[in-house]
Each structure stands twice: as C-alpha cells, then as structure tokens.
C-alpha cells in the first residue's frame, strides 16, 4: 500500500499516511484537494486530486447505499419539557417558601431572647 506524505495543520514536518487515511481527512475537512502531497516515485510535491487514483465505482455505491441506510439526524428534544419545570420550580417556591420564613423567624427569635 502507498505511503502519501502530507504536512496536517499543526504539523511541523510532513509524515506518512494510508490512502485510507488521506480520503478520511478530505472526507472530514481536514485537508482539502489542493493540500500538497507526496509519494515514493514522484519527483515533487503535487495536490491531493491529482495524486490520489479514482475510486473504484464498487466502493463509491457501497459508501452511498451506507449513507442512504443511515437514519436521518434527529432534532434535539428536550428530556422535560421547560413547562413542565417551570411549574415544578412554581411549586417548589411554595412548598419551600414557608419553611425558610419559619425558620428565619424561629433564628429572628431566638436572637430577640438573648438580647
């Protein structure tokens, strides 16, 4: 298998990478087709397109009959619905309110004897 030597953003010297491995970076964003490549046999740096031979047509409808399996991205919803919470805080603001007015009270009136 061809070695293809790339320099990755962040990098401070070009290393070897797999076929694979540079399709995965096209495929992610992490380089793009006019990145500099290199591999064993060429006499200098060339873009990533014109290095990389064609895929076969087997793999490209393999990788569209998986892309085409996959469900669909799903909206983010919420676990509780904020309506719901909203009137749970209500109620705990009840429940809660008067033992924090008994208890200040009860700290107001002991300090009220001691003096």
Do not use: H
């Amino acid at each position: 298998m061809s070695e293809y030597f790339l320099k990755l953003p962040g990098d401070s010297q070009p290393r070897a990478y797999s076929e694979y491995e540079v399709r995965e970076f096209l495929g992610q964003g992490v380089i793009d087709s006019k990145t500099l490549t290199w591999k064993q046999g060429m006499e200098g740096w060339q873009p990533v397109a014109q290095v990389l031979p064609p895929m076969s047509p087997v793999w490209e409808e393999t990788q569209d009959q998986e892309g085409k399996d996959q469900p669909e991205e799903q909206q983010y919803r919420l676990r509780y619905p904020l309506n719901g919470l909203a009137k749970l805080s209500i109620l705990a603001c009840f429940v809660l309110l008067p033992f924090m007015l008994w208890s200040s009270w009860i700290v107001f009136f002991q300090q009220c004897r001691q003096l």
